[in-house]
């Protein structure tokens, strides 16, 4: 293996890792309101010495169910050379069986036995609501899988993983975009170049929405939106890159 793709490999690695933990750290503060983190981990966690904490249901250090669903998407990727709806499902049903928390929405599309239409039902029984975070939170593999692949292609492919759950196209639009800053990062690229590069293969709608929230203008201080949407995870972790240097910097 030569260094660039030695680089990029451990680059890939850092992607799932780094987002695994992430979530665990998260996972604590899971539906609750914002401003907590200083009193939940009042010594570093990241690089130091405090302990991980537990919370909502999960074990100190225990990612979630997106991360869960995310190693089920990797797994179905590996196996099938490149997106298998029909598989990806059946991993992702098998592994609801017995996961300790599911999504409300995405278990009630997991609960048709074929992904046909699943996600427009869902959609339905959840009162018209399918624009949260999980299909991004899960999405990592996509860019892992396709970083060397034509941007269309890895846009297609995170497209595709998010209507499997999520029906709002809103949902998808921050799928690809996440892919296509991962892609980015990895190759070295400017990842927030990369936002723009997404931008231009998505309908318009994406643009007039995600354009502002992926700014640099824009601040998680002035902001209205809901947490646990599409829109208020992508432009927080986005934000987060913009105004940080290090790894433990984004993530706390």
Not at 148 to 154: A, C, D, F, I, N
Not at 197 to 216: I, K
Not at 223 to 252: D, H, K, P
């Amino acid at each position: 293996m030569d260094t660039e793709n030695k680089v990029n490999t451990q680059r890939a690695i850092g992607a799932f890792v780094g987002a695994a933990v992430g979530d665990a750290l998260g996972a604590p503060f899971e539906f609750k309101a914002g401003g907590l983190y200083s009193s939940t981990f009042p010594e570093r966690v990241v690089g130091g010495v405090g302990e991980m904490a537990g919370g909502g249901g999960w074990s100190p250090g225990e990612f979630t169910d997106d991360t869960q669903m995310a190693i089920a998407l990797a797994e179905s990727l590996v196996t099938n050379h490149g997106i298998n709806s029909a598989d990806i499902w059946e991993r992702w049903r098998a592994w609801a069986s017995s996961a300790k928390d599911v999504g409300i929405l995405t278990r009630k599309a997991l609960s048709a036995e074929s992904h046909d239409g699943a996600a427009q039902a869902a959609e339905v029984s959840n009162g018209g609501k399918s624009a949260g975070n999980g299909s991004v939170m899960r999405n990592t593999p996509i860019a892992l899988f396709l970083f060397t692949q034509p941007l269309p292609v890895v846009i297609e492919a995170a497209l595709a993983q998010s209507a499997l759950t999520h029906n709002d196209p809103q949902a998808g639009f921050g799928a690809a975009i996440h892919a296509a800053m991962i892609c980015a990062g990895i190759q070295g690229a400017d990842m927030f170049g990369a936002i723009e590069d997404a931008l231009e293969l998505l309908p318009v709608e994406a643009r007039e929405t995600w354009g502002p929230l992926l700014s640099d203008a824009w601040s998680p201080s002035e902001s209205q939106l809901t947490n646990g949407t599409v829109w208020t995870c992508l432009a927080q972790a986005v934000w987060a890159l913009r105004t940080s240097s290090t790894f433990e910097e984004a993530v706390t």
